[in-house]
Nanobody, 115 residues
Framework: QVQLVESGGGLVQPGGSLILSCAAS????????LDWYRQAPGKQRDLVAS???????NYADSVKGRFTIGRDNAKNTVYLQMNSLKPEDTAVYYC?????????GGQGTQVTVSS
């Protein structure tokens, strides 16, 4: 059974930082590309950051220079380091693992940026 479990969300003040984690099980983690998405209330789910099995990263323009995606294949975990957070970063953040036509997702973790 495949499971992806996000953690690390919470309430943070503008300008603050958070690290999100997503622990995977049931897949050959090192082979998968990994993504972080987010969905704000009333809005579509958007891709925030991606990392390939080889470590190549890609970011949405809105988070470039502020967010960093990383992976630890030994721990079957993908991370999202979020710095200089803004109120518009408030959303539920989801991780996803994909390999060919296979795609698996987690249940999400809430991030709220507010003073």
């Amino acid at each position: 059974q495949v499971q992806l479990v996000e953690s690390g969300g919470g309430l943070v003040q503008p300008g603050g930082s958070l690290i999100l984690s997503c622990a995977a099980s049931g897949i050959r983690f090192s082979l998968y590309a990994l993504d972080w998405y987010r969905q704000a209330p009333g809005k579509q789910r958007d891709l925030v950051a991606s990392i390939t099995s080889g470590g190549t990263t890609n970011y949405a323009d809105s988070v470039k220079g502020r967010f960093t995606i990383g992976r630890d294949n030994a721990k079957n975990t993908v991370y999202l380091q979020m710095n200089s957070l803004k109120p518009e970063d408030t959303a539920v953040y989801y991780c996803s693992a994909r390999l060919g036509i296979k795609k698996y997702g987690g249940q999400g973790t809430q991030v709220t940026v507010s003073s």
